[in-house]
């Protein structure tokens, strides 16, 4: 299995995954947010699912297992919050 490099921006250094660093038993976990589908998408939230698709999908060819989960939201976050807050139902009006 290949070693896999991601540049921290943030940090500004290189990440290297490897077996026996951020991996268990030679797979990479992955959880991630899918896009909030209550309106029209746009590239912001499209990112969220793209990038950890295009990752898992980096880390298989490379040799790694891979379990992804992605969470899809659709109406959880909308029955939370009371009548508190934006009513994203009349946003797709």
Not at 23 to 47: E, F, L
């Amino acid at each position: 299995m290949e070693p896999i490099k991601l540049y921290d921006s943030y940090r500004k250094n290189l990440i290297k995954i490897e077996e026996g660093s951020t991996v268990v038993d030679g797979k990479i976990k992955i959880y991630s947010c899918g896009p909030t589908v209550y309106q029209y998408q746009h590239v912001g939230n499209m990112r969220a699912a793209w990038l950890p698709d295009t990752f898992a999908k980096v880390a298989r060819i490379a040799g790694w297992k891979v379990d992804w989960v992605l969470n899809i939201t659709d109406v959880g976050h909308l029955v939370g919050d009371g009548d508190d807050g934006e009513d994203k139902l009349e946003k797709i009006r």
